[in-house]
């Protein structure tokens, strides 16, 4: 059987145009761009030159800074403690942040680090279609709010959530917005001017770039303090030699899902459109959850809970069935996925256990071919009637 791969929220296969980048970098032979001879001034104009195409694919000023970064988790803690400033000394009141229960675990963990800081953590309500009630907003925020968290697409269900709308009542009273772009970037139009906020995340492998490398988009004047010490890069805000083909290849990366996006916005739609048709119509009582909410073009969260006579079934029991009949799909966030708890983002929708119990994720990429698709709902189909099967005896 040929393997197929249905897990693009976890990561996406190197682009070959990227690639072709990148080997074109190492190639060049650039050294340290933190050195001040002239080889390192080359290597530092070449990083810049990525960084300002970064930033520029995705809406930054010309005066807004992104900082490079190992990744999405680093990059979402830097901007959660930093822009939170967990190391000042704290204030006579108690000072607080608001988040949403759904956000990814490294915001969840960083938020959860500021509680023993002495930081107080609210957390918006979620509705039971996987979208944050927005308005709850502007009975939490007060002046001892610090910083507001919410991401701009859920990584497990695929949910778009309101980070305009709360842009525009973070900016009312002055407190700075911090979203988690990872799952949008390259799948939705995300422009980090337009959606009003601080602070946004975004990393290369979600978009066929490098593992190894994302950033923080900050905006002009805002203050950050670093969570790491002992160098100068970067203004001292994110120390540590930066990788000059890294960020070539995440800037090829980028610049070519800006440039496509429409097309493999389109294309990724149609091919989930028609996944979630063929296991719908052909798995009884089979669930899509988020259904009826805006949604990302690439991601669906199903679930196969009991059903008149036929049982539930196990998300792990699913994931390893699939993965035998070689299709990788997950159960959630690849972050999570070695955990046997629930998840927490299904928790916070409402829904029932049954569902929570029985739900996979399945992702696609702008390289997923239609015949992938359709053999993969194939094998999946053929996994939970044998799950089935066998629970039934």
Request: proline content about 5%.
């Amino acid at each position: 059987m040929n393997h197929i791969y249905l897990d693009a929220n976890s990561t996406t296969r190197l682009d070959e145009r990227v690639q072709r980048a990148m080997i074109d970098c190492m190639a060049a032979g650039y050294v340290n761009p933190a050195s001040q001879h002239r080889p390192g001034q080359l290597a530092r104009a070449r990083l810049e030159q990525a960084r300002q195409t970064i930033c520029r694919c995705l809406g930054g000023g010309p005066a807004d800074r992104l900082i490079f970064c190992s990744g999405g988790t680093e990059a979402n803690n830097l901007a959660i403690l930093g822009l939170a400033h967990a190391w000042s000394d704290p204030p006579v009141e108690t000072p607080e942040v608001i988040i949403s229960p759904i956000e990814h675990p490294s915001v969840l963990g960083a938020a959860a680090f500021l509680q023993t800081r002495g930081f107080l953590v609210h957390r918006l309500p979620v509705n039971g279609l996987g979208v944050v009630q927005i308005g709850a907003l502007t009975e939490l925020i007060n002046p001892q709010t610090r910083l507001v968290s919410l991401m701009l697409a859920n990584n497990e269900t695929g949910v778009i959530q309101g980070v305009t709308e709360a842009a525009r009542i973070c900016q009312e009273v002055g407190v700075p917005l911090h979203c988690d772009a990872v799952q949008a970037v390259g799948k939705i139009p995300v422009d980090f001017r337009q959606l009003g906020v601080t602070g946004m995340t975004v990393t290369a492998h979600k978009l066929h770039g490098p593992r190894g490398i994302g950033g923080l988009l900050v905006r002009q004047g805002v203050e950050l303090q670093p969570i790491l010490f002992g160098g100068i890069q970067q203004l001292g805000q994110r120390p540590g030699t930066e990788d000059v083909t890294l960020g070539v290849g995440f800037a090829s990366a980028v610049e070519l899902a800006t440039d496509e996006l429409d097309e493999r916005r389109r294309r990724m739609t149609e091919l989930r459109d028609q996944f979630e048709r063929t296991i719908l119509s052909e798995v009884p009582g089979a669930v899509l959850i988020g259904a009826g909410a805006q949604r990302t073009p690439h991601a669906s969260n199903l679930a196969f809970p009991a059903v008149e006579s036929l049982p539930a079934i196990n998300r792990q029991a699913l994931m390893m069935a699939a993965d035998a009949a070689e299709v990788a799909i997950s159960t959630g966030s690849a972050c999570t996925s070695g955990s046997s708890e629930p998840s927490h983002v299904l928790a916070a929708m409402g829904c029932e256990e049954g569902v929570i119990e029985s739900s996979i994720r399945v992702s696609l990429s702008s390289l997923t071919t239609a015949s992938e698709v359709d053999l993969g709902s194939r094998r999946i189909i053929k996994a939970v009637k044998h799950l089935r099967q066998q629970k039934s005896g």
